[in-house]
């Protein structure tokens, strides 16, 4: 199992990317998806969740500005991020969790495969 991550990079406040999570080895239908972050000094956090039925979440920083989304013919989940702001700053990973009930999780244990992550800097 493979999840390759991507689209990090530099960004001014207020601008906006795009994070990839590309996946292989995995039937990416039956997994419920995840994107946390870890900022420095900081634990990881979960952000963003959509299950295997197609339901998603977010914490509230993110509310508004961030979407997770997946492409089922791409085995890929995306993470848009729009207005991004310096406390954004953070390692991003993806994440699945083996699901076919549609089941939301939020804690990091269930998640049983991981990217390496991709740094998101976002300063002027």
């Known amino acids: 199992v493979q999840l390759q991550v991507s689209g990090g990079g530099l960004v001014l406040p207020g601008g906006s990317l795009r994070l990839s999570c590309a996946t292989s080895g995995i039937i990416f239908g039956d997994n419920a998806w995840a994107w946390y972050r870890q900022a420095p000094g900081r634990e990881r956090e979960l952000i963003a969740a959509i299950t295997s039925g197609g339901f998603a979440s977010y914490v509230d920083s993110i509310k508004g500005r961030f979407t997770i989304s997946r492409d089922n013919a791409k085995n890929t989940v995306y993470l848009q991020m729009n207005s991004l702001k310096p406390e954004d700053a953070a390692v991003y990973y993806c994440?699945?969790?083996?699901?076919?009930?549609?089941?939301?999780?939020?804690?990091?244990?269930?998640?049983?495969?991981w990217g390496q992550g991709t740094l998101v800097t976002v300063s002027s």
């Open positions: 994440a699945a969790a083996p699901d076919r009930l549609g089941t939301y999780y939020d804690r990091e244990d269930k998640y049983r495969y």
